[in-house]
């Protein structure tokens, strides 16, 4: 694999930093020469509509941004991932996860085998259990029919199919819900076993290493719950155990032998591959209580937006290319203007969890310190990405964002039609909600000048308070309705985006070993958390004197 490209040398990056000093953004100025601004900055990728005038940009920008790109041979970059060669270096493996979202029929051959046919295999396997489960013909040990998927997973075994889950709500079937396990703290599987009726629960164990240790305890807790109670209220007899798993466990992973010598029979176990990134497997078996809860169609539909916006990123020039100039956009922002974090801010409740599925994908895809050839980085990587659903963040954080001393840009995101369409007496309730959408990105665009404060009759001692200086940038993102394949291609499009940094960058945007040394260190303080003295006193001051206070105040 050749090294990484150091962006930082490129030409393009010196023009961009001549371009960033004494930059005075004035969208005021902007908008008002310039009536074409927001036609020529505003983009459609499948069904998003994109418009990024409201952002530090202007054409020689753009194409500054745009020759950064072809400099670090971004194009190159993403034929090698869509190929199949083996991107991410220090795992040595492909990073596929748009195969899993090829439509049936076309091939990609890796290896000598054919992954889209090994994909929709496994796509067939789900959607048969996923149509037995809907329509009743899986029943549990005492004959009953499911009403409850507990998905027992971590990270993005459970973060992309919770974000999911919630976001297409509208989709799912009646009468079914899902529940997710994911902390080891062990009130999370306390509180979602909680008067919940094992008889009528399917629980899903996704991993896919099957080692991850919140996972492996979550699903013996659970097991035991589903037992004993099962046997408590007269159910099921002993030795009726192993029936019962079969009937109440499937598993998700890529370790199939470890499922088994977890007691899930194979045949009820799903798999994926190890080309399939963690973070980035939500479309894969990794989505099963999805799949079971919105359906096979929806599921479809799901996994055809994710490949509409693939073909668009790997088709679109750089030009009008929406991954790649968000991708691009977030680079200017943090790397010549020092932005540290990244909001996005859904107005679509149902997109509530999406700001914490994208954290799990940016930042542990990004947040790296040295490039894919172990050499240093050679500037700031991977921005802090966060963010609450709208009209919820202005009541609490966007103060900060309005008036505060640091730069955060933020991406908007709107649909035109509502799931759930409300009128009250006077109003259309989604057009007060966007009407909010609308304003908060032209108030953080234009801002408010002391004159005009004045001119509201503001006494002068607080005329500066009540300023808004305007030029805060933004991205406004809207589609027609939060469907199936929307949600799937608005994934795909903020995959894309983290792709496209992490090439800036010249990381393996791919790898996740800064999680590590937390795990291992949490495995070998076991003995001390226990109470051997010997392990507590051969810990640091301060771990030893926590481990001590924890020891006395237990009861
Ligand atoms: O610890 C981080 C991590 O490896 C994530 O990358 C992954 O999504 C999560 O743990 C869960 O891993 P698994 O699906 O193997 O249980």
């Known amino acids: 694999m ?19 000093q004494d930059y005075r953004p004035n969208m005021r100025t902007w908008f008002a020469e310039d009536p074409g601004r927001t036609e020529r ?9 994109v418009d990024m005038s409201k952002n530090w940009l202007d054409d020689t920008i753009v194409s500054s941004l745009v020759d950064l790109a072809d400099q670090v041979h971004l194009t ?64 549990g040990i005492t004959g009953k029919t499911i009403r409850t998927i507990v998905n027992i997973g971590i990270g993005g075994s459970d973060l992309g199919p919770v974000m999911a889950y919630e976001a297409l709500k509208p989709y799912g079937q009646l009468g079914l819900e899902c529940r997710f396990i994911s902390n080891i703290d062990p009130t999370d599987a306390a509180e979602k076993t909680f008067l919940l009726d094992p008889e009528t629960t399917l629980v899903i164990v996704a991993s896919k290493t099957f080692t991850t240790l ?5 699903a013996r807790i659970v097991r035991n719950w589903l037992l004993s109670t099962l046997k408590d209220r007269g159910a099921i007899a002993d030795g009726q155990e192993n029936e019962a798993v079969a009937k109440h466990f499937v598993a998700v992973s890529t370790a199939l032998e470890k499922v088994a010598a977890f007691g899930i029979d194979p045949a009820n176990a799903f798999g994926f591959w190890e080309w399939v990134g963690g973070r980035y497997s939500v479309d894969s078996a990794v989505g099963t209580a999805l799949a079971v809860y919105i359906g096979p169609d929806n599921f479809e539909a799901f ?107 933020a991406d908007f995101i709107a649909v035109a039609n509502p799931a759930n369409p409300t009128r009250d007496a006077e109003n259309d309730v989604h057009e007060l909600f966007l009407g ?68 800036v960058w010249g990381i ?26 010997a392990a507590i006193e051969a810990q640091d001051p301060s771990t030893k004197a926590l481990i001590r206070y924890y020891r006395s105040q237990r009861v």
């Open 303 to 409: 996994l055809a937006g994710f490949h509409a916006m693939d073909e668009h990123f790997r088709t679109t020039p750089l030009e009008r290319n929406v991954p790649a100039l968000m991708g691009l956009l977030n680079i200017w922002y943090t790397n010549f203007h020092g932005a540290q974090s990244h909001a996005v801010l859904p107005y679509a409740q149902y997109l509530h969890r999406f700001p914490a599925y994208l954290q799990q994908l940016t930042m542990e895809s990004n947040g790296k310190r040295v490039r894919w050839d172990g050499t240093p980085v050679t500037s700031d990587t991977g921005e802090i990405f966060w963010g609450e659903p709208g009209t919820n963040g202005q009541h609490a954080f966007y103060q900060l964002i309005h008036q505060g001393t640091r730069l955060v840009p």
């Open 76 to 139: 190159d970059r993403i034929d090698a991932m869509f190929r199949g060669d083996r991107i991410n270096v220090t795992e040595d493996r492909s990073v596929l996860h748009t195969a899993l979202r090829k439509p049936a029929g076309q091939s990609l051959i890796l290896d000598g085998k054919d992954v889209v046919a090994d994909v929709q295999g496994e796509l067939d396997k789900i959607y048969a259990f996923a149509r037995k489960i809907r329509s009743g013909e899986w029943r």
């Open 214 to 218: 919140e996972t492996i305890t979550n």
């Open 436 to 503: 909010n959408f609308f304003a908060q990105t032209k108030a953080l665009a234009f801002g408010k000048t002391a004159d005009e404060v004045r001119a509201e009759g503001t006494r002068e001692e607080i005329v500066s308070a009540r300023v808004f200086p305007g030029n805060r940038p933004t991205t406004s993102i809207m589609a027609p309705e939060l469907s199936p394949s929307v949600l799937g291609q608005l994934i795909a499009l903020y995959e894309h985006i983290t792709f496209t940094e992490g090439i």
């Open 2 to 20: 050749q090294s990484p490209v150091d962006a930082t040398t490129t030409e393009a990056w010196g023009r961009l930093s001549s371009l960033a």
């Open 508 to 533: 393996d945007s791919f790898d996740q070993w800064g999680v590590e040394l937390g795990k291992q260190m949490a495995k070998e303080l076991t003995p001390a958390v226990a109470g051997n003295e």
């Open 41 to 49: 900055l505003s983009f459609t990728a499948g069904d998003l509509f």
